[in-house]
């Protein structure tokens, strides 16, 4: 059975950090992609960022220089960095796991930017 828990997400004032993590369970960690998702209330689901099994990386140009992805293939968990948060970063963080056609997905971590 494939398991993505994502955990970390909250309420944090502007200008904040936080750290996002998602745990695989019964999948090969390490040869799956790995990626962020993002979807606001009333927007559509947005890649935010992604690692491949490699380690390259890429982000959406709106969270470029404030968040960072990174992985763990002892851990099987992928992490995401969020400095420097701004209240449209507010919305439910999602992690999806990818290798070829194949996706998987977490139930989500809510995040909120709000003063």
């Known amino acids: 059975q494939v398991q993505l828990v994502e955990s970390g997400g909250g309420l944090v004032q502007p200008g904040g950090s936080l750290r996002l993590s998602c745990a695989a369970s019964g999948i090969i960690f390490s040869i799956y992609a790995m990626g962020w998702y993002r979807q606001a209330p009333g927007k559509q689901r947005e890649l935010v960022a992604a690692?491949?099994?490699?380690?390259?990386?890429n982000y959406a140009d709106s969270v470029k220089g404030r968040f960072t992805i990174s992985r763990d293939n002892a851990k099987n968990t992928v992490y995401l960095q969020m400095n420097s948060l701004k209240p449209e970063d507010t919305a439910v963080y999602f992690c999806?796991?990818?290798?070829?056609?194949?996706?998987?997905w977490g139930q989500g971590t809510p995040v909120t930017v709000s003063s």
């Open positions: 690692i491949t099994s490699g380690g390259s990386t």
């Open positions: 999806k796991a990818n290798f070829i056609t194949v996706n998987y």
